[in-house]
């Protein structure tokens, strides 16, 4: 079935993908995953086991009678994730958050738990805003401060994209003070943006940067010796010690900046650094070069 036809509605969805990542990797799925998840009885969370058997994945677990639960079968193809650790990673991260807001659920997978990675502060005003003007392609009048200019200015931006990269947000769009497409973080902008009702002319299919797309070829850092460099290549999953990946173009510094990678000197520990980018022509960031460096900065 192509996953595109799926009818299948998102509560659904969402308990299929949790009985995918749970079999997938911690070897052992039972009815109670699903309802102490989801709040739902044990009939149900049965019919839903059978159900993603049947009609999305057969054969993909088997019942273990000694371990009284599902396990993954030898043949096991992921269906409605991408078998990726990160997808479990996320299970994790969602049900501490809950268990943290709401300590009477105690959702915690057990024997895990998360180092917290302090994010920047974002006001809700500034995302509504923000949300609204990309959402609706809107100009947003809003005051934004700097490294480089610590007083708050007014601009006028056309933004086109909101961007998570990690734990920061920033928004892609054209700056009408500087006329070119740049990033805003956030947590810079003070007082109350304001998205104006008129339409946005500075649309995103004119933002060469983020149209496009380049490859970047990651390696390991040429200072280790041969037996590190392996050790390097086996921890990314590196095919003849190449790591390739696909990014926007505006987007790449971001990328390889939580990679450990920076664009202007490495770390002088090798040990540090460990990967490297084999290809930064790529980038063709030419002049941009130093403007990428402050965006990862917010400068």
Known sequence: MNRTDWPIRWDLLLRYRLIEIVALWEGRL?????????GIGRQQASKDINTYLRELAPGNLVYDRHLKGYVPAPEFRPVVTQGQINEYQDLIA???????????????????????????RIAPEVMRAVVTATRYRRPLRASYVS?????????????HTLVCTGTNWHVRGWCNA???????????????????????????????????????????????????QAIIARDFGMDDGYLTLQSRAALAPYLL??????????????????LELANPDQLGFGSKRERALKAIAGV
């Not at 039972?30 to 989801?38: A, D, G, M, V």
Request: a negative charge; charged letters at 30%.
């Open 30 to 38: 039972t009815t109670n995953h699903i309802c102490h998840t989801f």
């Open 94 to 120: 969602r049900q501490h958050s809950l268990s943290s807001t709401f300590e009477a659920l105690d959702l915690t997978v057990p024997g895990s738990t998360l180092v917290p990675e302090p994010g920047r």
């Open 147 to 159: 490294l480089s200019r610590p007083e708050a200015v007014e601009s006028l931006m056309e933004p």
């Open 178 to 228: 500087n006329r070119e497409y740049r990033d805003f973080a956030l947590s810079r902008f003070t007082g109350q943006p304001e998205a104006l009702r008129e339409r946005a002319k500075h649309t995103i299919d004119r933002d060469e940067d983020w149209q496009r797309m380049v490859t970047l070829e990651i390696v390991p850092d040429k200072r280790l010796t041969e037996a590190q």
């Open 257 to 274: 900046s939580r990679m450990g990678i920076t664009l202007d000197n490495n770390h002088p520990d090798p040990l540090v650094q460990q």
